[in-house]
C-alpha cells in the first residue's frame, strides 16, 4: 500500500521523503501511515522500477533528493485507483484509495462506491444465511463473532451509502 501512497501523494507535486512522511502525517495518519524507514526504500524501489526519477539537490548545505512521479507510475497509479475495492481488505488499505479518488472522474468513482456496496451487501446477504444454518448448532463464541461480521458490514453498507449521496449532492 504505501507504493501506491508515495505514487498518490506524488501526483500533487514532486516531494522528498520527509515531504511524502509530513503529507501523511497532515492527511492520511489517521487511517494509514508510514515510517521513514518504510518511504525511502519504497521510494528506492519505484525509483528503480521507473515509476518515479529523482533529483539530488543541496539546499542550505544539505543533501536532498526530490522525487518526481513519471507517466508510467501515474498511469500505474490510476489503473490501481480505478480497480474494484476489495472490501475484505483492511478499512486502512480502503481508505487510502478512496483518499485518492479525487483523481478519477466522480462518476467512476461513484461506480467504484457502488459496486464496492453491491459486494458487501452481497457478503452480508451470505452471512445471514449461514447465521440462519448454524446460530442453534454454534457456539456462543462462534456466533457472536459471526453477528459482529454481519454488524460490521450493516455499518460499512451505511458509512458507504452515505458517503456516495454525499458525494452526488456534492457537484465536485
Known amino acids: 500500500m504505501i507504493k501506491f ?5 506524488l501526483t500533487y507535486k514532486e516531494s522528498t521523503g520527509y515531504d511524502i ?4 502525517i497532515q ?4 487511517f494509514m501511515n508510514a515510517s ?3 518511504i525511502y526504500p519504497a521510494l528506492n524501489k519505484l525509483e528503480n522500477d521507473g515509476l518515479i526519477s529523482s533529483t539530488k539537490v543541496i539546499e542550505n548545505g544539505k543533501y536532498k533528493k526530490i522525487y518526481t512521479i513519471n507517466e508510467i507510475g501515474e498511469d500505474i497509479f490510476i489503473k490501481w485507483l480505478e480497480e474494484p475495492i476489495d472490501f475484505m481488505r483492511s478499512y486502512e488499505d480502503i481508505l487510502v484509495k478512496i483518499f485518492f479518488y479525487e483523481k478519477l472522474p466522480k462518476e467512476k468513482a461513484s461506480k467504484l462506491i457502488e459496486q464496492l ?6 457478503k452480508l446477504e ?9 446460530k442453534h448448532k454454534a457456539g456462543y463464541f462462534e456466533v457472536s463473532t459471526l453477528y459482529f461480521g454481519i454488524d460490521h458490514l ?11 449521496d454525499d458525494l452526488n449532492k456534492d457537484g465536485r
Open 5 to 9: 501512497m508515495i505514487l498518490g501523494f
Open 21 to 24: 512522511k509530513q503529507a501523511m
Open 27 to 30: 492527511s492520511t495518519s489517521n
Open 36 to 38: 521513514f524507514g518504510s
Open 117 to 122: 456496496i453491491e459486494d458487501i451487501n452481497g
Open 126 to 134: 451470505e452471512l445471514r444465511k449461514l447465521e440462519t444454518e448454524i
Open 154 to 164: 450493516k455499518f460499512m453498507v451505511g458509512w458507504y451509502e452515505k458517503f456516495l
